[in-house]
C-alpha cells in the first residue's frame, strides 16, 4: 500500500504562471514533509520541507502547504520558469528510526 | 565539501550474475540509504545503514543486500540478477535524521540482459 500518493505524472504549465503539485498521504504520524526535484541522469536534489507543526512554508518561488486534516501536501511554484521543468518528489518522514518515503513522481513541464 | 559519490555509473550484467554497488557518503555522514527508481514505481526504499547496522530495510527480496564500512562507505549487492533489476540505483547520505537533510548521489544505472 502506498503511503505517498502524487495522482498527477505529469502537469504542463506556462512560463511565469503558478505551477501547483499535489501529494497525499496516509499516516497522520508522519513528522517532516519533503519536496525533491529531479532531472535525468541526476540524483533528486533537495528542494523545500515543512514540519508537521507547521502549515506553511516559503522560500523564493517555492511555497509548501500542509493541510493535516486531510492529509494533504502541495508545492507552489511562483513564477514558473522554463529551467523548473523536471520530475518532483514529494517524501515524507516520522519518526527518530524512519526513512523518507517517497511519492511516484509528477513531471513538470514549463513551456516558454 | 564533496558530495555522494556512486560507482560505478553505468553497468551492463546479464542475467543470473551479481553486481556490487558502491557509495561513498558526505563527509561526516553516517547514514547511507538506498532506493531503487524504475519507469512508473518512483523511488523505491531498499535499505538503511547507519554507524555500519542497518537499520531499516524495505520490501525488497533477500537477493538485495547492504552493507556499511567504519568509514560509513556503502556497498550494496544483488545477486542473481534478473531482467526487473534494471533501475537506476540511487544512495543518500544524511546525518542520521529526515528533515531534508538527505543527500543523493548521481546514482548507478543498471542495466540486466
Known amino acids: 500500500d502506498q503511503q505517498v500518493k502524487q495522482n498527477s505524472p505529469s502537469l504542463s504549465v506556462q512560463e511565469g504562471r503558478i505551477s501547483i503539485l499535489n501529494c497525499d498521504y496516509t499516516n497522520s504520524m508522519f513528522d517532516y514533509f519533503l519536496w525533491y526535484k529531479k532531472y535525468p541522469a541526476e540524483g533528486p536534489t533537495f528542494l523545500i520541507s515543512i514540519s508537521s507543526i507547521k502549515d506553511k512554508n516559503e522560500d523564493g518561488r517555492f511555497t509548501v502547504f500542509l493541510n493535516k486534516s486531510a492529509k494533504h501536501l502541495s508545492l507552489h511554484i511562483v513564477p514558473s520558469q522554463p529551467g523548473d521543468s523536471a520530475v518532483y518528489f514529494c517524501?515524507?518522514?516520522?519518526?527518530?528510526?524512519?526513512?523518507?518515503?517517497f511519492g511516484k513522481g509528477t513531471m513538470l513541464l514549463v513551456s516558454p | 565539501k564533496a558530495g555522494v559519490t556512486q560507482t560505478p555509473r553505468y553497468l551492463i550484467k546479464t542475467r543470473g550474475q551479481q553486481v556490487t554497488l558502491s557509495c561513498s557518503p558526505i563527509s561526516g555522514h553516517r547514514s547511507v540509504s538506498w532506493y531503487q527508481q524504475t519507469p512508473g514505481q518512483g523511488l523505491q526504499f531498499l535499505f538503511e545503514?547507519?554507524?555500519?547496522?542497518?537499520?531499516n530495510k524495505g520490501n525488497f527480496p533477500g537477493r538485495f543486500s547492504g552493507r556499511q564500512f567504519s568509514n560509513s562507505r556503502s556497498e550494496m549487492n544483488v545477486s542473481t540478477l534478473e531482467l526487473g533489476d534494471s533501475a537506476l540505483y540511487l544512495c543518500?547520505?544524511?546525518?542520521?535524521?529526515?528533515?531534508?537533510?538527505?543527500?543523493f548521489g548521481s546514482g548507478t544505472r543498471l542495466t540486466v540482459v
Open positions: 545503514y547507519f554507524s555500519e547496522t542497518q537499520r
Open positions: 517524501a515524507v518522514y516520522g519518526g527518530r528510526y524512519s526513512t523518507l518515503t
Open positions: 543518500a547520505s544524511s546525518l542520521g535524521g529526515g528533515e531534508g537533510g538527505y543527500t
